[in-house]
């Protein structure tokens, strides 16, 4: 059986339609991390004092991870370029890239948590820090979620693109979309926690 619209574009909406399912997914991600952005601009409105980000939290580290996630970013258009041009090697090339620099902002993550752990810094110990734990936990699992979808194309789900190399091609485009949200909730968090 055929399911229409998965590589030509929807006449009602110009979409395939797993391009129309993503951004409609992406809207309730943007609910929830708009809600959570929300309450803490609620928080530190309300609060007699509130601590800085720059006291805390590690700033050179997360510069860093914010230069992987751009990088990370600019990876997964090449692995999607590369495919319009029909070079399937070198999408391979680039979305390996883009799982391993995810790999890359955990385990630089993982380094900062770790060290305010052996500090006994803990979500408990103010509401700044239980926020911060949560907006960036939750956006790890994200990156995590990121890694295996784009694992997967890099690895058992890459043998579509010898059968339906169009479909293959837009559900790059569709992964690609998500990644690049991960990125951009990353860059409000940045200067929101760390910076402000």
């Known amino acids: 059986m055929h399911i229409p619209y998965t590589i030509h574009a929807r006449p009602d909406t110009g979409l395939f339609n797993a391009k129309l399912g993503?951004?409609?997914?992406?809207?309730s991600e943007v609910m929830l991390f708009g809600a959570l952005f929300s309450s803490y601009v609620l928080l530190r409105i309300g609060a007699p004092s509130w601590p800085h980000g720059f006291e805390i939290l590690n700033i050179p580290?997360?510069?860093l991870n914010t230069v992987?996630?751009?990088t990370s970013s600019i990876t997964m258009v090449m692995a999607w370029a590369s495919l319009k041009i029909h070079d399937f090697a070198r999408y391979k090339r680039y979305i390996g890239a883009t799982v391993g620099l995810g790999f890359v902002f955990?385990?630089?993550k993982a380094f900062e948590y770790g060290a305010k752990f052996s500090?006994?810094?803990y979500p408990s110990e103010s509401t700044f820090l239980a926020i911060y734990f949560t907006l960036t936990g939750l956006h790890g699992?994200?990156?995590v979620g990121g890694?295996?979808?784009?694992?997967y194309?890099?690895?058992p789900g890459s043998r579509m693109w010898h059968t339906e190399p169009e479909r293959f091609t837009n559900r790059i485009e569709v992964a690609g979309l998500y990644w690049h949200f991960v990125d951009l909730v990353w860059i409000f968090l940045f200067p929101v926690l760390y910076l402000l």
Request: hydrophobic content about 80%; charged content about 0%.
């Open 106 to 108: 955990l385990i630089i």
């Open 22 to 27: 993503v951004w409609l997914f992406l809207a």
């Open 153 to 155: 194309f890099w690895g």
């Open 61 to 63: 580290l997360a510069t």
């Open 141 to 143: 699992l994200h990156v």
């Open 68 to 70: 992987v996630l751009i």
């Open 147 to 151: 890694m295996i979808v784009n694992g």
């Open 119 to 121: 500090a006994g810094i």
